[in-house]
């Protein structure tokens, strides 16, 4: 049996909606876009939603609507993946980098607070494998070092205090606190991409609270002439008689979401609950099967409930060749499995940057027994139990 490790749950109506897509004449942005940022919007209870093309953009612009460039710095974790840091150096605000806590994947708040100076204008948690981070712990530290803040725009000054713009790339569909993930963060970032629990293939959405004296339609305006070259009328305007004209307001990207990825994004959100609990069917039987031979990371608690995006394990005792090597054990057995996530220290470009990883001791012991499991909607009973009897085997064969 060969288990690949993340496919697309795509079915009939996802296809159907992406035909209707290209049928309807529209697609690159137009109304399906629209309405899928509108049915994002009552997803996470906010009042509205950036569709574009990745997470990345949705992080990226999160930070220039925020005001935020050179002599800036933002704050993220060691431990996730490139983008939740490029993002800031393609601002041209200065990285700063800081350890998880001991046996975690998430941010320290701890060393968030010790990292905070008068530069500081945004923090970017990671919610890892669909797991959020702590955010009541963040925004503890970040009140309470708001004597250290300068805002340097009215959008900084109305939210009056470090921004946190959450990662929330593996977390669709979570709730922290009984609040749904896209209504915690100051602002929030969706992945849609094509191993995501919910994708449009490629995409993203960027979505944000309220904020006193801002007005959120302006917000969202400032995101639509971010993604579209800053200009003033996109192509679903442009049609209405005699509205051709438009204007340049900036030179700026090229990142929107097109109709044909909107169509699918439509059709998985409504069968997002579905797939969703497919998921936690999925971790319940792993969870079983692997207590006390896996250090595993729980999805589901009274403080949070996960999406059930990845399933990270760590192997006790393990070193990294010993981990390497079971992973290709596995593999033999037609298993496929991955690792989550290389600390960005140890990756060539943040090595260029200064960063040095034995500065963050912390995520590189989560890093060199972790293993991720296949964990999809489409797995059925027979592949679950065929992971786990690979696992288990591979990991005699050590004893």
Same mark, same amino acid.
């Not at 309807?24 to 049915?39: A, R």
């Not at 708040?109 to 797991?131: R, S």
């Given at each position: 049996?060969?288990? =690949?490790?993340?496919?697309?749950?795509?079915?009939?109506?996802?296809?159907?909606?992406?035909?209707?897509?290209?049928?309807?004449?529209?697609?690159?942005?137009?109304?399906?876009?629209?309405?899928?940022?509108?049915?994002?919007?009552?997803?996470?209870?906010?009042?509205?939603?950036?569709?574009?093309?990745?997470?990345?953009?949705?992080?990226?612009?999160?930070?220039?609507?925020?005001?935020?460039?050179?002599?800036?710095?933002?704050?993220?974790?060691?431990?996730?993946?490139?983008?939740?840091?490029?993002?800031?150096?393609?601002?041209?605000?200065? =990285?700063?980098?800081?350890?998880?806590?001991?046996?975690?994947?998430?941010?320290?708040?701890?060393?968030?607070?010790?990292?905070?100076? =008068?530069?500081?204008?945004?923090?970017?948690?990671?919610?890892?494998?669909?797991?959020?981070?702590?955010?009541?712990?963040?925004?503890?530290?970040?009140?309470?070092? !708001?004597?250290?803040?300068?805002?340097?725009?009215?959008?900084?000054?109305?939210?009056?205090?470090?921004?946190?713009?959450?990662?929330?790339?593996?977390?669709?569909?979570?709730?922290?606190?009984?609040?749904?993930?896209?209504?915690?963060?100051?602002?929030?970032?969706?992945?849609?991409?094509?191993?995501?629990?919910?994708?449009?293939?490629?995409?993203?959405?960027?979505?944000?609270?309220?904020? =006193?004296?801002?007005?959120?339609?302006?917000?969202?305006?400032?995101?639509?002439?971010?993604?579209?070259?800053?200009?003033?009328?996109?192509?679903?305007?442009?049609?209405?008689?005699?509205?051709?004209?438009?204007?340049?307001?900036?030179?700026?990207?090229?990142?929107?979401?097109?109709?044909?990825?909107?169509?699918?994004?439509?059709?998985?959100?409504?069968?997002?609950?579905?797939?969703?609990?497919?998921?936690?069917?999925?971790?319940?039987?792993?969870?079983?099967?692997?207590?006390?031979?896996?250090?595993?990371?729980?999805?589901?608690?009274?403080?949070?409930?996960?999406?059930?995006?990845?399933?990270?394990?760590?192997?006790?005792?393990?070193?990294?060749? !010993?981990?390497?090597?079971?992973?290709?054990?596995?593999?033999?057995?037609?298993?496929?499995?991955?690792?989550?996530?290389?600390?960005?220290?140890?990756?060539?470009?943040?090595?260029?940057?200064?960063?040095?990883?034995?500065?963050?001791?912390?995520?590189?012991?989560?890093?060199?027994?972790?293993?991720?499991?296949?964990?999809?909607?489409?797995?059925?009973?027979?592949?679950?139990?065929?992971?786990?009897?690979?696992?288990?085997?591979?990991?005699?064969?050590?004893?």
């Amino acid at each position: 049996m060969k288990i =690949p490790f993340s496919p697309p749950d795509i079915s009939e109506q996802d296809i159907a909606n992406v035909v209707d897509a290209l049928r309807s004449g529209w697609i690159t942005t137009g109304p399906k876009t629209k309405q899928l940022e509108k049915d994002l919007s009552a997803y996470c209870g906010t009042a509205h939603t950036a569709c574009l093309n990745s997470a990345t953009a949705a992080l990226e612009l999160s930070l220039r609507v925020l005001g935020i460039g050179p002599g800036d710095e933002v704050i993220t974790s060691a431990y996730t993946y490139t983008a939740s840091c490029s993002v800031i150096c393609h601002v041209g605000a200065t =990285p700063v980098l800081i350890d998880v806590d001991e046996g975690s994947y998430h941010m320290s708040a701890a060393n968030l607070e010790k990292a905070i100076t =008068p530069k500081t204008k945004a923090v970017i948690p990671v919610d890892i494998g669909g797991v959020p981070a702590d955010y009541d712990a963040i925004f503890s530290v970040l009140e309470g070092k !708001k004597d250290l803040f300068t805002p340097a725009s009215d959008l900084q000054k109305a939210i009056g205090r470090v921004a946190v713009v959450a990662d929330a790339a593996h977390s669709v569909g979570a709730t922290y606190k009984g609040r749904q993930i896209g209504s915690v963060a100051d602002f929030t970032c969706f992945s849609f991409h094509a191993v995501k629990n919910l994708t449009t293939a490629e995409g993203g959405s960027a979505t944000w609270l309220d904020f =006193p004296g801002i007005d959120g339609e302006e917000i969202y305006r400032q995101f639509m002439l971010l993604s579209l070259h800053g200009q003033t009328k996109d192509a679903l305007s442009k049609t209405k008689l005699g509205a051709w004209e438009y204007d340049i307001v900036s030179p700026a990207y090229k990142c929107n979401m097109t109709d044909i990825l909107a169509g699918l994004g439509q059709s998985q959100l409504e069968r997002y609950p579905q797939l969703l609990a497919e998921r936690r069917s999925v971790v319940a039987r792993y969870d079983a099967a692997f207590a006390g031979k896996l250090e595993i990371m729980p999805h589901y608690t009274g403080e949070y409930q996960s999406s059930g995006h990845l399933y990270l394990t760590r192997i006790p005792g393990y070193s990294l060749e !010993k981990r390497n090597a079971l992973i290709e054990r596995i593999a033999e057995k037609g298993v496929a499995t991955n690792v989550h996530y290389k600390p960005l220290p140890l990756l060539s470009a943040y090595k260029n940057l200064g960063f040095d990883i034995a500065d963050y001791p912390n995520a590189y012991a989560q890093f060199i027994n972790e293993m991720t499991l296949p964990l999809y909607s489409t797995l059925t009973d027979e592949q679950v139990e065929y992971v786990i009897a690979a696992v288990l085997q591979s990991l005699e064969e050590d004893v």
